[in-house]
Antibody, heavy 120, light 110 residues
Framework: QLQLQESGPGLVKPSETLSLRCTVS??????????WGWIRQPPGKGLEWIGN???????FYNPSLKSRINISVDTSKNQFSLKLYSVTAADTAMYFC????????????WGQGTLVTVSS | QSALTQPRSVSGSPGQSVTISCTGT?????????VSWYQHHPGKAPKFMIY???KRPSGVPDRFSGSKSGNTASLTISGLQAEDEADYYC??????????FGGGTKLTVL
């Protein structure tokens, strides 16, 4: 059974870097033909797609966040990571990692999410 | 790339049907039929309910159905049950390896 689990600090100071990791079990990222993605949900708001990565390292980002994000993959640990730079209070959100199916163009497996608060 | 537009809330009584709309522009949908729907109970992982506009993943009851006309996609839930009460989100592939989500709809089962 495929599982994804987000991890990282729950509190980040304004102007600093938010760093999260997603650990995947049940599907080797290195041999999977799926993409792996990050999605967030600010309090009281809807979901926002952040970006996706392939095991080769190819990345695709939300144009509105592109200048501040970096998504990377570590196939040896079966993990992928998100870095969001120069955060503000507007980046406070529940952050989810998910698998983008290779045949089904949808996010078919999700982590439970991790809440990140930006505050001094 | 702005969010797809969904009603903030819908409600229905057990056994009834409800439809949740998801409206965007032609560029939001990218000319593709890659619209998906997700059920989210707060505190849990979102659940994948519909893909490719109208297809159901294995295990999703056939009470859930999807459709699309022009720039509006819809999710219909028939035979409402108490456990259907949740937030629902639409998502579309917008081309160029990008995706856009809707603002979410809170379904209340009365």
């Amino acid at each position: 059974q495929l599982q994804l689990q987000e991890s990282g600090p729950g509190l980040v100071k304004p102007s600093e870097t938010l760093s999260l990791r997603c650990t995947v079990s049940g599907d080797p990222i290195s041999s999977s033909s799926s993409y792996w993605g990050w999605i967030r949900q600010p309090p009281g708001k809807g979901l926002e797609w952040i970006g996706n990565i392939y095991h080769s390292g190819s990345t695709f980002y939300n144009p509105s966040l592109k200048s501040r994000i970096n998504i990377s993959v570590d196939t040896s640990k079966n993990q992928f990571s998100l870095k969001l730079y120069s955060v503000t209070a507007a980046d406070t959100a529940m952050y989810f990692c998910a698998r983008l199916g290779d045949v089904v163009i949808s996010f078919d497996y999700w982590g439970q999410g991790t809440l990140v608060t930006v505050s001094s | 790339q702005s969010a797809l537009t969904q009603p903030r809330s819908v409600s229905g009584s057990p056994g009834q049907s409800v439809t949740i709309s998801c409206t965007g522009t032609s560029s939001d949908f990218g000319g593709y039929n890659y619209v998906s729907w997700y059920q989210h109970h707060p505190g849990k992982a979102p659940k994948f309910m519909i893909y490719d506009v109208s297809k159901r993943p294995s295990g999703v009851p056939d009470r859930f159905s999807g459709s699309k006309s022009g720039n509006t996609a819809s999710l219909t839930i028939s035979g409402l049950q108490a456990e259907d009460e949740a937030d629902y989100y639409c998502c579309s592939y917008a081309g160029g390896n990008t995706f856009v989500f809707g603002g979410g709809t809170k379904l209340t089962v009365l």
